[in-house]
């Protein structure tokens, strides 16, 4: 069995590769699955095939399908869970759509999306897990998608928007094939630092762990390490001090946008981890200064929002589109740095500084 080791994703599903042994019987694919993976029943494996998300030499097959000698089967399962167990808690959700199959809900920057080291209470799973009515804790090593409640990508803590959730597993493979492939629609909302150059672009670049920092990503321009990452963007908002984008994303690598837009020379304005809580376009002088901090405390975090989500709806196979408003800081941030704009250059003219 070879394992897909790129964790660099905001996804929560990896690929596994196994090479049908030469001496291997033919049997049922479901039958021959249930006996490789862990901490998985037939319906689930059989749910997974009809989602589409289990492949033989690159083609889905049905669960009665027969496996046979050389054969390459590739399945994507959970990424194991960070946490060994996860506590119900009581938390309002933002729900924005919801059926039997999915819910759609608006993450507000600060929370976590799951537990981990330092956050096992407060994150969106703990409220999830209180919403589908668990109770009492519960031990996540024992199970597949029900570990992170249905649970397919994320966004980071400080990163405010929308997140889908599947309800049950066929729903759940559907949603995880979609992200894997990168045929879902992503759109992002960010105020960067700097001018932007062009009006639009595509930044296509490797993104992996920092070698010396490892709590950091960074980019990678000769591709000899890291994982392939593609961020297409364009401008929306030109403040002179600050651009307001908008970036569409192929790929769901950690701290994506982020990365790309340092690469670029814009990081987004109030990035502590990237260098954005500092001022990186205009002259430091007092009032400037004292601007910048003031809009720092309106947005004490970066700005970056997921303003628009789609995918095809696992059951009904209909294309579902989903869009959200900036956040109340995001909205304050951006029209100080307009009013601000607007006052210099009614005061000097287009010689800013």
């Known amino acids: 069995m070879q394992e ?6 905001d996804e929560f599903y ?3 590769e196994i090479t049908i042994d030469p001496k291997q019987s033919q049997i049922r694919i479901d039958k021959f699955l ?57 938390i309002p959700l933002d729900i924005r759509y919801e059926d039997e199959d999915l819910l759609l809900v608006y993450k507000p920057p600060g929370m976590v999306v799951h537990p981990g080291i330092g956050h096992r209470k407060g994150t969106l799973v703990n409220a999830l897990a209180h919403y589908f009515g668990q109770t009492g804790e519960l ?18 803590k400080n990163t405010s928007g929308l997140l ?30 700097g001018d932007v150059e062009e009006d639009e672009g595509t930044i296509e670049m490797n993104i992996g762990r920092h070698e010396r920092f490892r709590k950091l990503f960074t980019t990678y321009p000769e591709g000899d390490a890291g994982k392939w990452a593609v ?13 307001l984008i ?11 946008i ?42 004490p975090r970066h700005a970056l929002h997921a303003k628009s989500l789609g995918f095809v709806h696992p059951t009904k196979e209909e294309k579902m589109s989903f869009d959200t408003d900036t956040p109340d800081d995001f909205t304050a941030a951006l029209e100080a740095w307009r009013r601000y704009v607007d006052g210099r250059r009614s005061a000097v003219g287009d010689k800013l500084t």
């Open 4 to 9: 897909d080791k790129d964790n660099l994703t």
């Open 14 to 16: 990896e690929r596994v």
């Open 34 to 90: 249930m006996d490789r993976l862990n901490n998985t029943s037939r319906n689930k494996v059989q749910n997974a095939l009809r989602a589409g998300a289990i492949t033989v030499d690159g083609k889905e097959v049905k669960p009665n399908f027969k496996v046979k000698p050389g054969q390459l089967v590739e399945v994507l399962i959970p990424r194991p869970a960070e946490a060994s167990h996860l506590v119900p808690e009581d």
């Open 139 to 156: 031990d996540v090593a024992d199970a597949n998608y029900q570990d992170r409640l249905g649970l397919i990508h994320r966004i980071d």
């Open 164 to 193: 889908v959730i599947g309800k049950n597993d066929f729903a759940v493979s559907h949603l995880a094939r979609q992200f894997f492939h990168h045929t879902t629609e992503r759109k992002y909302i960010a105020l960067v630092w």
């Open 231 to 243: 961020t297409h963007y364009r401008v929306l908002e030109r403040l002179y001090y600050v651009t």
């Open 246 to 256: 908008e970036c569409q994303l192929e790929t769901g690598r950690t701290h994506q």
């Open 258 to 299: 982020r990365v790309h837009m340092k690469h670029l020379g814009h990081p987004l304005f109030n990035d502590e981890r990237y260098g954005g809580d500092k001022i990186v376009k205009g002259t430091i002088f007092s009032k400037y200064k004292l601007f910048v901090d003031r809009v720092f405390g309106i947005m």
